[in-house]
T-cell receptor, first 112, second 113 residues
Framework: DAKTTQPPSMDCAEGRAANLPCNHS???????VYWYRQIHSQGPQYIIH???NNETNEMASLIITEDRKSSTLILPHATLRDTAVYYC?????????????FGQGTTLQVKP | NAGVTQTPKFRILKIGQSMTLQCTQD?????MYWYRQDPGMGLKLIYY???????DKGEVPNGYNVSRSTTEDFPLRLELAAPSQTSVYFC????????????FGEGSRLTVL
């Protein structure tokens, strides 16, 4: 599975958009980009995933560059409850194991 | 649905003791996983299973064993506990397929002294 690179930490003001980048320059054609987050010591929570088109759901938007070598997770109006570690993971969509390999992630601190 | 349930939530072991972390899910998911997370680190995959009777090693399997006799249950066995196994353990499950959203339990915090 392709590896990802994320900044270790980021800050964001409450109410502003949080833009979390992820580099995955070795991504293969059949690999999807997945985002999860882990609030404090809870189990990780699924946010969103995409292949090549931009995706949006009630939690966030995912912007994937045309060459698919990088992506950005956007939390449009960050709140204090969005303070968490955010993980960007790439994995084949047709995986026959479903497993996800987590990296270090980005610690997002939302400040009042 | 209760989702993924892990027991116990906390446990202290002495070096050399053994124990089993229990994990059960009620979503009829095919796939189940065990991860560990050391302080300040990301999750590491220990073992996973794609169905009853089928298990395979992940990134850090040494010192652990698993079994999958039913779709619902995926216990993790620690033999001869060592201080290096002090960690938070997360069990997860998912459907097969592209979305393959993993659902995680609340975690089991294990300390080996």
């Amino acid at each position: 599975d392709a590896k990802t690179t994320q900044p270790p930490s980021m800050d964001c003001a409450e109410g502003r958009a949080a833009n979390l980048p992820c580099n995955h320059s070795t991504i293969s054609g059949n690999e999807y980009v997945y985002w999860y987050r882990q609030i404090h010591s809870q189990g990780p929570q699924y946010i969103i995933h995409g292949l090549k088109n931009n995706e949006t759901n009630e939690m966030a938007s995912l912007i994937i560059t045309e060459d698919r070598k990088s992506s950005t997770l956007i939390l449009p109006h960050a709140t204090l409850r969005d303070t968490a570690v955010y993980y960007c993971i790439v994995r084949p969509g047709s995986s026959n194991t479903g497993k996800l390999i987590f990296g270090q992630g980005t610690t997002l601190q939302v400040k009042p | 649905n209760a989702g993924v349930t892990q027991t116990p939530k906390f446990r202290i072991l002495k070096i050399g003791q053994s124990m089993t972390l229990q994990c059960t899910q009620d979503m009829n998911h095919n796939y189940m996983y065990w991860y560990r997370q050391d302080p300040g680190m990301g999750l590491k995959l220990i073992y996973y299973s794609v169905g009853a009777g089928i298990t395979d090693k992940g990134e850090v399997p040494n010192g652990y064993n698993v079994s999958r006799s039913t779709t619902e249950d995926f216990p993790l066995r620690l033999e001869l506990a060592a201080p290096s196994q002090t960690s938070v353990y997360f069990c997860a499950s998912s459907w097969a397929g592209v979305t393959g959203e993993l659902f995680f339990g609340e975690g089991s915090r294990l300390t080996v002294l």
